[in-house]
């Protein structure tokens, strides 16, 4: 059984930069994709970023392409999120997401139904 456990979350002033960390634990990840979602108060789950494991192909949701980047450690059975100029309008739950099966496209990835497994999520504010 694999396990998401987030961390990195916090209060920070709008232009901030600031790291987020998923590790997963149980089977080592050798395929699939991690990913990261988010949901603000009142809004629906958004898709952030995704990697995939077996060649480090990464994607990104809309808003997010250039300030956010998504990489990972295989050796940790980690994915981490570097968020960069962070606006108030990044404020809400992150959630780490993964699947250790098939060689997901692009498509696929950015859907939260892809993933079998999901963190507690961490929380980010940003806020003046």
């Known amino acids: 059984q694999v396990q998401l456990v987030e961390s990195g979350g916090g209060l920070l002033l709008p232009g901030a930069s600031l790291r987020l960390s998923c590790t997963a634990s149980?089977?080592?990840?050798?395929?699939?994709?991690m990913g990261w979602f988010r949901q603000a108060p009142g809004k629906e789950r958004e898709f952030v970023a995704a990697?995939?494991?077996?060649?480090?192909?990464?994607f990104y949701g809309g808003s997010m392409k250039g300030r956010f980047t998504i990489s990972r450690d295989r050796a940790k059975n980690t994915v981490y999120l570097n968020l960069n100029d962070l606006r108030p309008e990044d404020t809400a739950i992150y959630y780490c997401?993964?699947?250790?099966?098939?060689?997901?496209?692009?498509?696929?990835?950015?859907?939260?139904?892809?993933?079998?497994?999901w963190g507690q999520g961490t929380q980010v504010t940003v806020s003046s």
């Open positions: 149980g089977p080592t990840f050798t395929t699939g994709a």
């Open positions: 997401a993964g699947n250790n099966r098939g060689r997901p496209i692009m498509s696929t990835m950015t859907s939260h139904k892809y993933y079998a497994y």
């Open positions: 990697i995939r494991w077996t060649d480090n192909n990464a």
